[in-house]
């Protein structure tokens, strides 16, 4: 007998790869269409999802050029929150549950503490104002939904913040990293292995519905990421030399768009009642480092 079926929706970006590889270990039948065959802010997305007949949703797209956003709202809002609103008011239909990522941007005031899934949402930006009306829309639609807050994420697909730490210290003595943002990075692998969980326990438990955050277990600075990560990069042959990093603020960054201060997400909701345990950044390090040479 053939697992549940379960439409992946953003399955070649940082996450979704890492989903489209354990999604099947547990059982599920993926369907995972790529951008041409399933455009969620196009013309027919509805009909084109409803003919799936999914049994549920997994959303990992998302508009993620944080600065570009500034400039491109009406992009933004389109894959963020409109698309979003789309695959749950699908789920709604079909009577199936989705799962939707979302960001710690949309908890943009620091509190002292780290973040609690029933705070008051605060957004600051175009990315943070759109990921916050996606979770709405999902909200309103009706349907049985996990959003999923995270931060930080890297992984061995695409573009992180690893990534471009190994390359820059590869060619630079010096690395200016803003040292007064604080988050807990997140491995994508496990974030995936995350949600898989979750995912089997909604199928069939209609009661499993609510925003969880899931997120790195250690806490640092983007600075003390940049030193971890060029400490282990040399630890594993893959730097040379370990290269300064010069602290800086986030005003001397001065990215177009703002940034949280503080993205610590409590995660003690999810390994409450879903039994997960958050990862240590350092357990998946070596994998993303590598394969940022491939």
Same mark, same amino acid.
């Given at each position: 007998?053939?697992?549940?079926?379960?439409?992946?929706?953003?399955?070649?970006?940082?996450?979704?790869?890492? #989903?489209?590889?354990?999604?099947?270990?547990?059982?599920?039948?993926?369907?995972?269409?790529?951008?041409?065959?399933?455009?969620?802010?196009?013309?027919?997305?509805?009909?084109?999802?409803?003919? #799936?007949?999914?049994?549920?949703?997994?959303?990992?797209?998302?508009?993620?050029? $944080?600065?570009?956003?500034e400039s491109d709202r009406e992009a933004a809002f389109a894959l963020n929150a409109t698309a979003p609103g789309l695959l749950a008011q699908c789920a709604a239909e079909l009577g199936v549950?989705?799962?939707?990522?979302?960001?710690?941007?949309?908890?943009?005031?620091?509190?002292?503490?780290? /973040? $609690?899934?029933?705070?008051?949402?605060?957004?600051?930006?175009?990315?943070?104002?759109?990921? =916050?009306? &996606?979770?709405?829309? $999902?909200?309103?639609?009706?349907?049985?939904? =996990?959003?999923?807050?995270?931060?930080?994420?890297? &992984?061995?697909?695409?573009?992180?913040?690893?990534k471009s730490i190994l390359r820059a210290a590869r060619s630079r003595p010096v690395l200016r990293v803003v040292s007064d943002q604080v988050g807990c990075p997140t491995p994508a692998r496990?974030?995936?292995?995350?949600?898989?969980?979750?995912?089997?326990?909604?199928?069939?438990?209609?009661?499993?519905?609510g925003i969880y955050h899931f997120a790195g277990r250690d806490a640092m600075s983007w600075a003390d990421f940049a030193e971890l990560i060029t400490r282990q990069a040399k630890g594993f042959?893959?730097?040379?030399?370990?290269?300064?990093?010069?602290?800086?603020?986030?005003?001397?960054?001065?990215?177009?768009?703002?940034?949280?201060?503080?993205?610590?997400?409590?995660? #003690?909701?999810?390994?409450?009642?879903? &039994?997960?345990?958050?990862? /240590?950044?350092?357990?998946?390090?070596?994998?993303?480092?590598?394969?940022?040479?491939?």
């Amino acid at each position: 007998m053939s697992g549940p079926r379960v439409l992946l929706v953003g399955g070649t970006g940082l996450l979704g790869r890492e #989903l489209a590889g354990c999604l099947p270990g547990l059982g599920a039948e993926l369907l995972a269409p790529s951008h041409q065959e399933l455009d969620i802010t196009g013309a027919g997305a509805r009909e084109a999802i409803l003919a #799936l007949r999914p049994e549920a949703v997994v959303n990992a797209a998302a508009y993620t050029a $944080v600065d570009q956003a500034e400039s491109d709202r009406e992009a933004a809002f389109a894959l963020n929150a409109t698309a979003p609103g789309l695959l749950a008011q699908c789920a709604a239909e079909l009577g199936v549950p989705l799962v939707h990522v979302s960001t710690d941007y949309v908890l943009g005031m620091p509190t002292g503490s780290p /973040h $609690v899934e029933d705070e008051e949402p605060h957004a600051v930006g175009v990315y943070a104002e759109s990921k =916050l009306e &996606g979770e709405r829309l $999902v909200a309103a639609s009706g349907c049985q939904y =996990l959003i999923v807050r995270t931060a930080w994420v890297f &992984g061995r697909y695409g573009k992180c913040f690893p990534k471009s730490i190994l390359r820059a210290a590869r060619s630079r003595p010096v690395l200016r990293v803003v040292s007064d943002q604080v988050g807990c990075p997140t491995p994508a692998r496990a974030l995936a292995q995350g949600i898989g969980a979750m995912l089997a326990r909604a199928i069939p438990d209609r009661g499993a519905c609510g925003i969880y955050h899931f997120a790195g277990r250690d806490a640092m600075s983007w600075a003390d990421f940049a030193e971890l990560i060029t400490r282990q990069a040399k630890g594993f042959g893959l730097l040379r030399t370990v290269p300064r990093v010069e602290r800086i603020s986030s005003q001397e960054f001065a990215a177009a768009a703002p940034r949280p201060a503080d993205s610590r997400l409590s995660c #003690l909701k999810a390994e409450r009642d879903f &039994g997960l345990s958050m990862p /240590h950044a350092t357990d998946f390090l070596r994998e993303t480092l590598e394969a940022a040479g491939e």
